[in-house]
């Protein structure tokens, strides 16, 4: 591309934060009505220069190197005043998270005509108003005045995320820089937002810069990508050339390990385990008949389970799989105990759970342990590493004192976290650390089952290839049996050998992985399988 | 704090006026509720104050007619006794004063013989006009620390500005109280000291009382301002192109709101404590003078009158405070809507 006729030149960025450089010589350009994708995982920078573009990394902290054009015009050197009327007018933005995005506490409708009022040649309310009707039409609302007059959080996040593009194009801006704007959405809305982007790019000629972690994300929106490891560039070009020859050991680490892209990552590993367990299989570990569970507050009722039923084979691996507020998790609370069902049985290993018996849940949960979502806040920080592994053993009174350690030390080593870590607190540890922290804590009692709810969904992916990795390995020597709840079919693809895919809390398809996938009898399922980005291949786009 | 500047382009809001109108009606009921509810607590800190009162042994009556120089008959002394209801048992003459409360009647104080109700009505003016000031000072003060901390740039003065809370809630009442009178007082001659009850004189009392209050009220402000300021929508408000004041004022301000007006309740015990302190210093004939002589004389209806006085007071405050959550922030409306 002819440099001069780029929209936003990015030319040698550096950025600082105190000491550490976070951006190390970064260059590239988006050019009008085109799509660049900056790829990395966290810490890799791809944040910090879209808010060093966007002037938005707070005044003092940051120090800023390089040269930053936007339509040939400098913008590094500009003063805040000279900056301002390029904020949303020229640079627009579409943040990552929109549940937190717009503020909670006015209305839609009083934000949007603030953004309105900003766009030059608007005097009255009238025309402002009917700047914010036509904007909430083009991102597919259907009834703007409905969501003009709702607050935050009467919307859903697929909605907070169109009207935030909304506003965001509102003013007509020239560039869009969009964070990461789909990874807080189910995958279904994911593909609506996306769509949207690439349609306004298409018909208002907008340039997006396409922040994301998510390389399938980026390998199907993205005409060029650049990727970033530590702050530099790594490889850059056109989005086929990168996907289909990836020149970068780094790119091709990053690229073996997404999951929609390499279904057959862990066969081998489960054939080794139908070799080592040949028997298993042929028993049920874990039997729900026909659970229903209502939630009913004053206002409304809300179904959360309705006639599930799902078995799980010893040393097997079974996937719920769903979006959020499909009743995924109320089914794993019922099956730790948690939840009392309306109706419904469930047995772990022949024996009934009762959630209204302590001693018999006190004995369940000896066999059936859990591993949430977040290990950033499911691991006391106040305790080292040793002493959370060692917890479940000191409450179920497990050996003696050397025998607890030794345990923990197995526990810890079945994971794979090195032995100097033991006297470190979380704080210490990074996101994949910690999950490995706390699949040894569920496997310190060394029970039967574990219920892995979302264990990789907040993680990058070369963090959660090497998580599942160690999932499917111990599956493999222990003869352990999953519940794998996951919204990302990709995932489950790799990892599960059945699956249920619920809907508003009822099954809408189960059966075999490869069934499933080969051919999905339900809309629902197709969508969901459509949705895990470019699985046929890469370069979707042209 | 001027809550009206945050929505000076509030929404568009004609359609669904069936929607509007149950809102109304469930706060309605709500209001309702929590009206009850803070008149119960009324008449069960009456209760309870009724009680620990006569727990206390001694009261002015019995030290007078037992104080063999009188020279009381014992028909006198049942007589007197009676007139105050005292030879009833705990319970009746609870009932009683209970039911003359309701019909505004609260008694006869033991030491001067004048009803409570003319005792405490003369002086409530001057506690009333000392406490309003000063609450509307505290709030004044910590509105202003709080918008120039998020207003002036980093730097020193910024940091000033954030220092001055823990300086003054640092500083005892009294202390301030004192330096105010010497240097604007005596040094300056801006108000006289024999003129308690003047404007000047009450705006001085009532600034020594507000600066320790103010100080609490500005570091929750301070902190909740900060912490909007983090929250995604005020990125996502200034990369439109809003004005960084603007962001301020639209933005930050109104989350902010709630637990600076929760601690403002709560700083309202510290107010009416502070005034009788304050009116000492100052000299100044409120209720607080009362309340002490009441104390040292162990005035029963008088002692009970104020407190329960007080207690209304900061339970009315914090019922207000309670109706406004709803008002400033949406989630907090009862029952939702559906999507």
Do not use: C
Not at chain 1, 152 to 177: D, K, M, N, T
Not at chain 1, 190 to 206: F, M, S, T, V
Not at chain 1, 392 to 420: F, K, M, N, S
Request: net charge neutral.
């Amino acid at each position: 591309m002819n440099p001069s006729s780029a929209l936003l030149q990015v030319e040698d960025l550096h950025v600082s934060y105190g000491p550490a450089e976070v951006v190390r010589g970064v260059s590239f350009a988006v050019g009008e009505g085109r799509a660049l994708a900056l790829i990395g995982e966290s810490g890799s920078g791809k944040s910090t220069i879209a808010r060093a573009v966007l002037r938005l990394l707070g005044s003092r902290r940051a120090r800023v190197d390089g040269s930053i054009t936007v339509r040939g015009r400098e913008i590094t050197g500009l003063r805040e005043r000279e900056f301002l009327p390029l904020r949303g007018r020229v640079l627009g933005f579409v943040p990552q998270d929109p549940g937190s995005s717009l503020n909670p506490v006015r209305s839609i409708g009083a934000q949007a005509l603030e953004a309105a009022a900003l766009v030059p040649g608007t005097r009255s309310r009238a025309q402002r108003e009917a700047l914010v009707v036509s904007a909430l039409e083009r991102v597919g609302l259907p009834e703007p005045q409905r969501i003009a007059d709702s607050f935050p959080h009467q919307l859903s996040g697929g909605q907070l995320q169109r009207v935030l593009i909304a506003l965001a194009i509102l003013p007509g801006p020239r560039l869009l820089v969009a964070d990461e704007p789909t990874s807080a959405l189910d995958v279904t809305v994911q593909e609506q937002i996306l769509d949207l982007l690439d349609e306004l790019r298409r018909e208002l000629g907008i340039g997006v810069l396409l922040i994301t972690h998510d390389l399938a994300v980026a390998a199907a929106r993205a005409d060029e990508v650049v990727v970033l490891q530590d702050g530099s560039i790594q490889e850059a070009g056109p989005t086929d050339s990168v996907f289909t020859a990836p020149r970068s050991p780094y790119t091709r680490a990053l690229q073996a390990d997404v999951p929609g892209l390499n279904p057959d990552r862990f066969a081998g590993l489960r054939a080794e385990r139908d070799e080592r367990h040949p028997a298993a299989g042929a028993d049920l570990q874990v039997d729900v008949r026909g659970i229903s569970r209502t939630f009913r507050t004053r206002e409304r009722e809300v179904r959360a389970l309705a006639d599930v039923s799902f078995t799980i084979p010893r040393g097997r691996t079974h996937a719920l799989v769903g979006e959020s507020g499909s009743g995924k998790s109320t089914a794993a609370r019922a099956l730790l105990g948690l939840e009392t069902m309306d109706a419904g049985t469930l047995d772990v290993g022949g024996v009934e759970v009762d959630p209204s018996d302590p001693r018999a849940l006190r004995e369940l949960r000896r066999h059936l342990q859990i591993v949430h979502q977040n290990p950033f806040t499911s691991l006391d920080p106040r305790f080292t590493v040793g002493r959370i592994v060692r917890e479940p053993l000191d409450l179920y009174r497990v050996g003696d004192r050397a025998a607890r350690e030794e345990r923990a030390a197995w526990a810890l080593e079945a994971v794979r976290l090195p032995e100097r870590l033991r006297d470190r607190r979380p704080g210490a540890l990074s996101g994949g650390q910690r999950q490995r922290v706390a699949i040894a804590r569920a496997l310190a009692l060394q029970p039967d089952v574990l219920v892995l709810d979302e264990p990789t969904s907040a993680l990058d992916v070369t963090v959660q290839a090497g998580i599942l990795e160690v999932l499917a390995t111990l599956q493999r020597d222990l003869g352990l049996t999953y519940l794998f709840i996951s919204h990302d079919l990709g995932v489950v693809r790799q990892f599960a050998d059945t699956l249920t895919v619920l809907r508003r809390g009822e099954v809408v398809e189960s059966g075999s992985v490869e069934e499933v996938f080969a051919v999905p009898r339900e809309e629902y399922t197709r969508a969901l399988i459509s949705s895990i980005p470019a699985r046929e291949g890469v370069g979707a786009s042209a | 704090m001027s809550a009206a500047a945050t929505e000076t382009t509030a929404g568009s809001s004609p359609a669904g006026t069936s929607a509007a109108a149950r809102t109304a009606r469930r706060y309605g009921s709500f209001a309702l509720r929590r009206t009850g509810q803070a008149l119960v607590v009324i008449a069960l800190a009456y209760v309870l104050v009724f009680l620990v009162l006569a727990a206390i042994p001694g009261d002015p009556i019995s030290a007078q007619l037992d104080n063999p120089q009188n020279g009381y008959s014992e028909e006198e002394k049942a007589q007197i006794r009676a007139f105050h209801g005292l030879d009833r048992p705990v319970l009746v003459q609870l009932l009683v004063s209970l039911g003359n409360a309701l019909r505004g009647e609260l008694g006869t104080s033991m030491s001067t013989s004048q009803p409570v109700a003319a005792m405490i009505g003369e002086a409530i003016p001057s506690t009333l006009a000392l406490a309003v000031t000063a609450l509307a000072l505290a709030i004044l003060l910590a509105a202003v620390l709080g918008l120039l901390s998020r207003l002036l740039p980093e730097g020193p003065l910024n940091s000033l500005v954030r220092s001055l809370p823990a300086a003054f809630l640092s500083t005892p009442n009294f202390l301030i109280g004192l330096v105010l009178i010497q240097v604007l007082a005596v040094n300056l001659g801006l108000f006289s000291l024999v003129e308690p009850e003047s404007a000047r004189s009450t705006l001085v009392a009532a600034l020594t009382l507000a600066i320790p209050v103010s100080a609490q009220i500005a570091q929750v402000f301070i902190t909740a301002l900060d912490e909007s300021s983090g929250q995604d929508y005020a990125e996502v408000a200034l990369s439109r192109g809003l004005p960084p004041v603007q962001v301020v004022l639209r933005h930050l301000l109104r989350p902010s709101l709630l637990p600076t007006v929760t601690v403002v309740g709560l700083v309202l015990g510290e107010v009416l404590g502070g005034s009788l302190i304050t009116e000492t210093i100052f000299g100044r004939a409120g209720v607080g003078t009362v309340v002490q002589k009441a104390v040292s004389s162990q005035d029963v209806p008088v002692l009970l009158a104020a407190v329960v006085l007080s207690a209304t007071v900061f339970v009315m405050v914090n019922l207000v405070i309670d109706l406004l959550y709803p008002l400033l922030d949406p989630r907090l409306r009862v029952g939702k809507e559906s999507r």
